[in-house]
């Protein structure tokens, strides 16, 4: 109690000390609320803390330091110190020290006297030429001029006109230096006149610049009916802003408007500088490795780098959607047939030597089902217990092949994309100088692919730059490296590939079959013994004859889509949602693979009775009654309000 009496006390002598002071710091007051204003002003110096002294150099007296007002700590929390920002303080002094390697040098007495040995004097700029962008100034001498030398030639450059004069033009608006060396003639000695050369922008550049691009303006929207934009100047850029019908008139939007770029559309002798050429032709800006087709599409976007090095902001808008999406369908059946017949036979005497033997059409008599060329003897046959043994051929086959790939990929209006769904096979491949010694494995891919860089135009139409692919693995198409397979060689694989490259322009929703291919082809070979195998029905005894036939249908059909993405509850059914892990009840006794529950058995945790106990207590199937599981597709047109799928009650216990 005594403490606190003490400290309220000692409050309220330094508040009448500080009332006391204020009357010598505050003014004479105007109104209530300058005095307001000025009190709290005058008390927030007198809170100030003491400036610091500098300390006395040695062997001196320390100066008389002036009465100041004593410091007095706020009591109340609202005026804290720390509140209040020091004065006097610069922000730079926070900053930290420069490295020592960046510093400017401070030179010693010795190094300048070094440098004085060896330099006479410096040529540092006297007087001021002014000089307005673009427009030439000539100088006039008395005298003709021994030396020119100007530095930087960006700027300002100087052209001689004739001994006694020289034009000086300005190129960029910066500052150089023009030094000239002339003979006085009074004296016969040599000076130096040193310029320092200004390059100023032309006063009236502005006004003259907004009246040509309003000129401009009026003109673009005359020609594009169907577009709206504005041209402004911001500093040394010309914005474009506005709405464009399509990217095409974008394109010549902007190539118009690059042409009349501002300070960056001319050089110094009027002729369209490289970066507008560059924005306007889009000669320069082609890749080299591109063919032209391609370079053709892409000359309906601007490059935005290019426009940007011109002098010009494109801010224009394109109404509509501008992602593109993709739907290939490659769609392929093969048949084959293939047909064949042949006999060959062999005759045995008693002691089981071959007496007779004919193996025309390579089918093995021995008890092989299949002969040194591949053939297979489906029959065979012994007559005369042994003596005769028949291996006959008589085969129909027929194949059947059916590919369908249906890839989808979504992309910007004028952005590449790509996609690949497949797999890859080692390759051996022998590497290192004269390909001995070094033997490395290159992944062939294989699978569906697909590039497509689509370009919306007219609102609804699409160019499409398309590549695509199919390929599988084929070992009829493969090789052996090494020798034969069996051999200790390794058995490579080819690839059965369908590739097309095609640029073509449809609407939305629009299919277009960009590639297709149907082909026939017929073999026929026989192996037979001159006349006996030409001989009918029994000709087949004395040979062997095979035909193929096959038959190939292909078609790649593309249709472009405008998208948009969707809403929270507009998501589609992801492939495997309805798909759980069966139980131990519906796997063993009711010979299920898939569940009928809303959700996964678990198998790896049954071990687990707690998980097994956690996962029964929340299991959905207990507390809903009716419809249960996603909610695909539930939302209105009109409004994304989703009603719940079904009513949930309370389990009983």
Request: with cysteine.
């Amino acid at each position: 109690m005594l403490l606190t009496i003490a400290t309220t006390i000692v409050l309220l002598a330094g508040e009448i000390s500080q009332a006391q002071q204020l009357p010598q710091v505050v003014p004479q007051l105007q109104s209530p609320e300058q005095s307001y204003f000025q009190v709290r002003q005058a008390a927030w110096q007198l809170n100030q803390p003491p400036a610091p002294q500098p300390l006395p150099a040695p062997g001196m007296n320390p100066a008389p330091m002036l009465e100041t007002v004593p410091y007095l700590q706020p009591a109340g929390p609202s005026l804290q110190q720390s509140a209040v920002p020091e004065r006097g303080l610069s922000r730079l002094q926070h900053l930290p020290p420069t490295p020592a390697g960046f510093a400017n040098p401070q030179p010693t007495p010795e190094v300048t006297e070094r440098f004085d040995r060896f330099i006479q004097r410096k040529i540092d700029p006297e007087n001021v030429l002014e000089v307005i962008l673009g427009r030439p100034r000539i100088l006039v001498f008395n005298e003709t001029p021994k030396r020119i030398y100007l530095p930087d030639e960006g700027i300002a450059a100087y052209q001689v006109i004739d001994d006694r004069q020289i034009s000086v033009v300005g190129r960029r608006v910066g500052s150089t230096a023009l030094n000239i060396w002339v003979v006085d003639p009074t004296t016969g000695k040599e000076i130096v006149l040193s310029y320092l050369v200004k390059v100023l922008p032309e006063p009236q550049q502005k006004e003259r610049l907004d009246e040509v691009y309003a000129g401009l303006e009026r003109e673009i929207n005359q020609a594009f009916p169907k577009s709206k934009i504005q041209l402004s100047l911001i500093g040394d850029q010309l914005a474009v802003r506005g709405q464009a019908h399509d990217s095409v008139d974008a394109s010549h939007i902007l190539q118009i408007v690059a042409r009349h770029s501002p300070f960056r559309g001319q050089d110094e002798f009027g002729r369209p500088s490289q970066y507008v050429q560059q924005a306007a032709f889009f000669d320069q800006t082609r890749d080299p490795l591109v063919d032209q087709d391609q370079a053709n599409i892409r000359q309906s976007v601007v490059d935005t780098n290019v426009l940007a090095r011109a002098g010009i902001i494109n801010l224009m808008q394109i109404p509509g959607e501008q992602q593109v999406m993709l739907r290939v369908t490659v769609a392929e059946v093969n048949r084959t047939a293939a047909r064949s017949i042949g006999l060959n036979f062999s005759v045995r005497n008693n002691q089981g030597t071959t007496v007779f033997q004919n193996l025309t059409g390579g089918l093995s008599t021995g008890g092989n089902a299949a002969g040194s060329t591949g053939n297979l003897s489906n029959v065979l046959a012994s007559l005369d217990n042994g003596q005769v043994i028949l291996a006959i051929n008589a085969l129909r086959s027929l194949k059947l092949a059916k590919t369908l790939a249906e890839p989808n990929l979504t992309t910007l209006n004028g952005k590449p994309a790509s996609f690949r769904a497949g797999g890859s096979f080692p390759v051996p491949q022998i590497g290192g100088l004269g390909g001995t010694g070094l033997q490395g494995t290159v992944f062939v891919p294989f699978g569906v692919s697909i590039q497509f860089t689509p370009y919306v135009i007219d609102r609804d139409r699409i160019r499409l730059q398309l590549s695509a692919g199919v390929s599988v693995r084929d070992e009829s198409l493969g090789t052996s490296i090494g020798g034969s397979a069996g051999a200790g060689g390794t058995q490579v694989s080819g690839l059965n590939s369908r590739t097309f490259d095609s640029t073509v322009e449809l609407r939305e929703g629009q299919t277009l079959a960009v590639a297709g291919l149907i082909q026939t082809n017929f073999g026929a070979d026989s192996d037979r013994v001159p006349l006996w195998g030409d001989l009918p029905l029994i000709g087949h005894t004395g040979g062997f004859s095979r035909t193929t036939a096959g038959e190939q249908e292909l078609v790649i059909l593309v249709t472009p889509e405008l998208v948009h993405p969707l809403e929270a509850c507009d998501t589609p059914q992801l492939p495997g949602a309805d798909v759980f892990e069966p139980g131990d009840v519906e796997f063993y006794l009711g010979n299920h693979l898939e569940g009928r529950r809303t959700r996964d058995y678990r198998s790896p945790v049954r071990t687990d009775f707690a998980r097994i106990r956690a996962g029964d207590k929340f299991c959905e199937d207990r507390f809903i009654i009716g419809p249960n599981g996603p909610t695909y597709g539930c939302c209105d047109k009109n409004t994304c309000n989703c009603p719940p799928a079904s009513v949930i009650t309370p389990a009983i216990k």
